[in-house]
């Protein structure tokens, strides 16, 4: 299986890169098909790259035939909830359109593995937490309605064709590659992690927490961080998996622990050693109260285990954002 090229759709974003980074250590060829729209062509460090779009099918037949990948990981997505909301149009084009334009490509190509990233966003309003897979899938926004639009086509395309695919539904992706080559780079930024860090950094003025006032431990929501790395790691096993003959299966991806926004905040003040104005606002609309993962099934099917606490999130995000000067 080592020595199989896997085609990595949008493997220049932040997902996408630490995965590349992941696949080349266990001996994969990962090729990054990305149009760079929102990924890095920094990021690019450990195989060839195809520029191209999702939705250009003739691009996409063309990478296939030459690089001939064993399988497919898909990270090209638009994912900026608030956005999805502005601009649903975009949404539903790329995530919907864009990923039905390349399964078609894949399944003239002959995949036999195709893994999906998707998201806890499809669950909706949590009714009972930790969310295990069967929880039902009521999606709040455009951004998790285009996720959970492709999950059933997977299901579609799984019973109706025999496509295998995995589909991993993801908590909060965190953290940094440890020896700083790549990590968190959005624009604009969007997420807890590095808003808190630049603030800390004196890069922006303060922090604005939203809602004070839900039923968690300190008032604040809770999350369920996950290293990048071992989102990376989840999405290897999964290749494995199917390439060993795994049937379609969709996984959560998280650590089964919830933080919530002030413990977040103070673990990133003991880390930086720097501390931040903090404003606390009204609720955003559409935020859940808590989201955390029920992991056991991609512990059982995938033998994942994460191996990344907070601390190590956090002090590998610092060590990027604070060498890097993309800001």
């Known amino acids: 299986m080592a020595g199989e090229t896997v085609l990595v759709v949008g493997g220049a974003g932040y997902i996408g890169s630490h995965t590349c980074l992941d696949l080349a250590n266990k001996g994969f060829v990962p090729v990054v098909f990305d149009n760079f729209s929102n990924g890095h062509r920094e990021f690019v460090k ?6 191209g779009d999702i939705r250009d099918r003739a691009r996409l037949d063309e990478v296939l035939a ?3 990948p064993a399988a497919i990981l898909h990270f090209a997505a638009l994912i ?12 539903y084009e790329n995530n919907v359109v864009g990923t039905l334009t390349l399964l078609a490509a894949a399944q003239n190509a002959g995949i036999k593995a195709f893994v999906f990233s998707s998201t806890c966003a499809t669950y909706g309003l949590p009714q009972t937490v930790p969310l295990d897979e069967g929880h039902q ?15 059933q086509a997977l299901s579609d395309y799984a019973q109706y064709t025999g496509f295998r695919s995995v589909i991993l539904r993801y908590f909060n992706a965190a953290g940094a590659d440890f020896e700083g080559r790549i990590g968190e780079w959005h624009q604009p930024e969007t997420h807890a992690i590095p808003l808190a860090i630049d603030a800390a950094l004196g890069r922006r003025q303060g922090f604005k927490v939203f809602g004070s006032d839900y039923d968690t431990r ?22 494995e998996y199917l390439l060993r003959g795994g049937e379609s299966i ?8 919830g933080t919530t926004v002030k413990e977040l905040l103070s673990a990133i003040e003991e880390v930086s050693e720097r501390p931040f104005p903090v404003e606390y606002v009204g609720r955003r609309e559409g935020d859940s109260t808590t989201l955390v993962a029920n992991n056991d099934k991609a512990r059982e099917i995938l033998g994942w285990v994460p191996k990344h ?17 993309h800001h």
């Open 66 to 68: 030459k690089h001939k």
């Open 309 to 325: 606490d907070l601390s190590q999130i956090i002090r590998s995000a610092w060590n990027w954002h604070s060498k890097s000067n």
């Open 218 to 239: 300190d008032g604040t929501c809770v999350r369920d961080y996950i290293h990048v790395l071992d989102l990376a790691d989840a999405h290897v096993r999964a290749v």
């Open 80 to 91: 900026e909830v608030g956005e999805s909301v502005k601009d649903p149009v975009a949404f």
């Open 250 to 257: 969709a996984l959560n991806l998280g650590t089964g622990t």
């Open 137 to 151: 899938q009521v999606p709040i926004n455009p951004y998790g309605r285009t996720k959970h639009i492709v999950e």
């Open 46 to 51: 450990w195989g060839p790259v195809e520029e």
